[in-house]
């Protein structure tokens, strides 16, 4: 069974810095496209920064130049470096694989890790 498992989240004050990991464990053949999404209090899920399958980066314009999507791809461990964050970054991050191919040969659709959350106050 595929999993992927968020960790990272916390209190940090304004103008801190955090870093999520996601970890993708399970019989796993490979993963092209994966991305963070963030529910804000309130607000419906959004993306805040993904890797398209083509390798290239996506981020939402409040993130820009904040947040930094990377990725390990030989352990598949997704990373979103947080920097300068705000009070309305507070949310609960969530990692995604819209799809994972497995060694069985079978594909995931639509995985999602369990969320992790990050409050911004001070």
């Known amino acids: 069974q595929v999993q992927l498992v968020e960790s990272g989240g916390g209190l940090v004050q304004p103008g801190g810095s955090l870093r999520l990991s996601c970890a993708a464990s399970g019989s796993i053949f490979s993963i092209t496209a994966m991305g963070w999404y963030r529910q804000r209090p309130g607000k419906q899920r959004e993306l805040v920064a993904a890797f398209t399958s083509g390798g290239s980066t996506n981020y939402a314009d409040s993130v820009k130049g904040r947040f930094t999507i990377s990725r390990d791809s030989a352990s598949n461990t997704l990373y979103l470096q947080m920097n300068s964050l705000k009070p309305e970054d507070t949310a609960v991050y969530y990692c995604?694989?819209?799809?994972?191919?497995?060694?069985?040969?079978?594909?995931?659709?639509?995985?999602w890790g369990q969320g992790t959350l990050v409050t911004v106050s001070s």
């Open positions: 995604n694989a819209p799809v994972i191919t497995t060694n069985s040969g079978t594909r995931d659709l639509g995985v």
